[in-house]
């Protein structure tokens, strides 16, 4: 999952990074624009979801991932519960949560996956807390009952078949992506690694 950053994307064209990010292998795209209007961050959805052709899911704000017709959207400790969104979600609509400690594991139970980090000290989200490591990751995902945990927060390429091995089913990326100027190369070495996580 290639998680967006207004500081990282840079007045970079928001959909050709998207799009390369997609050739590169990447399989869905969370919007997450901590500066952009609601109005603005609406108008991104809806042509990102035109542009592409793997889910996109808005960061924070079910309301915008509902009228920009986006495939779901991703939930923090401090947003609407979990459960609140779930009673507004159409059939089909994908609801992931933030997880970085037990008791955070706890209030989102109903979701569909988990964000659990930060698997390293990050510095694209302040709040984010110290890295959880490859123990605290599993520690975490062997709460989740099953449902698909990725590992987020400075998580590297050569991160991923450890992330695999810790009960992982996937890495959300943020900087490991869009800080490169080759945002398609990036992704691609991020899928190289998954393969060799998960062998055929």
């Not at 997450?32 to 899911?57: F, H, M, N, S």
Request: charged share 15%.
């Amino acid at each position: 999952m290639l998680v967006t950053d207004d500081r990282l994307v840079g007045g970079r064209d928001l959909l050709a990074l998207a799009r390369a990010a997609e050739a590169g292998g990447a399989t869905s795209v969370q919007l997450r624009l901590k500066d952009a209007t609601t109005r603005e961050q609406v108008a991104l959805a809806r042509a990102l979801v035109a542009a592409l052709g793997i889910p996109v899911l808005v960061n924070d704000r079910p309301d915008v991932a509902l009228a920009a017709g986006a495939a779901g959207v991703h939930l923090g400790p401090e947003d609407l519960s979990v459960s609140l969104a779930r009673t507004i979600a159409p059939p089909g609509f994908v609801i992931g949560a933030s997880v970085g400690s037990a008791a955070e594991a706890a209030t989102a139970r109903s979701a569909d996956y988990w964000g659990v980090g930060p698997w390293r000290l990050t510095s694209t989200k302040a709040d984010a807390g110290a890295g959880l490591g490859a123990d605290g990751f599993a520690r975490l995902a062997s709460l989740a009952g099953g449902r698909p945990c990725l590992a987020i927060g400075g998580v590297r390429a050569d991160d991923v078949v450890e992330v695999f091995a810790s009960g992982g089913a996937g890495v959300a990326v943020v900087s490991g992506i869009l800080g490169s100027t080759d945002v398609q190369s990036s992704t691609a070495s991020y899928s190289a690694a998954l393969t060799l996580a998960i062998p055929p």
